[in-house]
């Protein structure tokens, strides 16, 4: 019954987004059979040792499945790149569609964009909304130590996430849940969503969706890689939080004589008597033992700098640490 349904969709849908989160709602999309006309994307980045230009993941699906593709770099006509987006507002205005699904795009959509497709655009974001409105929700939410997340789909408006909510989908977040392994799921669960949601408004005409309430609106804020640097002096707990909220990016490191080590996984432990933050009061095989400002964290996966990610038992066979030694405790700007 589904498969047949697929192959009979009219809706049409412009599909903007750029990383693998939206690739996977762009390929869910693709699946169910609703006409793609137009995929907007980011233009190629950098990547890789060499630097070359590389193609997104949703570029890539895009090109694979004969997609045609755009990459304007702005679609704001008083931003920096006037012409580029004019050229690309009409693009959009000239291919026939009838809503726009964006996520995780990476560009400002200004209410002249978000006016053209004729049944609205709508956002599939990675929070619970109004929980973590911004850039970067899911690292935030496991940083602060949120029990649940989930996806959002919203009808997009000119503000930041701001619109009225669709429908929501909840995720329980794990103890052991990394941004990647979070990451994953949320994906999934956005792909699903936004299909059931354009199957039900290709039926109705219209989603259902209600506003916002501004109680309980935070903001989470783009993960900027000075943010990687732990400070020891924090509890344990907030330590381990962040070292799973930034992998796989940027990565937490400590700087142990000089030396730049990423730490991957973390457990707590409970430390008998006291010890300085940063100091290392064990190191073995099942893990090295740093004091924190409460408790402490056995790290249990490390990398050094050009090395590769590596259990510590055979990370400290190449590059051994010993009791006694201290990360070093990195300068506090005043106010933060």
Known sequence: MQVAESMTHSLRVVF??????????????HAAG????????????????GLKLAA????????????PVAQPTSLRRNGKYPEEAAAAIEQLKATPHDVMVVAAYGLIL???????PPLGAINIHGSL????RGAAPIHRALEAGDGETGITLMQMDAGLDTGAMIVKGHIAITPTDTTATLHDRMAQLGADLIVEALRDLERDGALPASPQPQEGATYAEKISKHEAALDWRRPASMLARQIRAFDPFPGAFGTLDGVVVKIWAAELVELPG?????????????GVVVACGQGGLRLTQLQKPGGKRLPVREFLAGSPIVKGQRFELREVAPGA
């Open 16 to 29: 903007a987004g750029t990383p693998e989160f939206a690739a996977a709602a762009l390929a869910a999309i």
């Open 34 to 49: 609703f006409p793609v006309p137009l995929v907007l994307t980011q233009p190629d980045r950098p990547a890789g040792r």
């Open 56 to 67: 997104g993941p949703v570029k890539r699906f895009a090109l694979e499945h004969g997609l």
């Open 110 to 116: 200004p209410q002249e964009v978000l006016d053209i």
């Open 129 to 132: 909304l109004p929980r973590w």
């Open 274 to 286: 006291s010890a300085e933050a940063g100091v290392i009061v064990e190191s073995g095989a099942e």
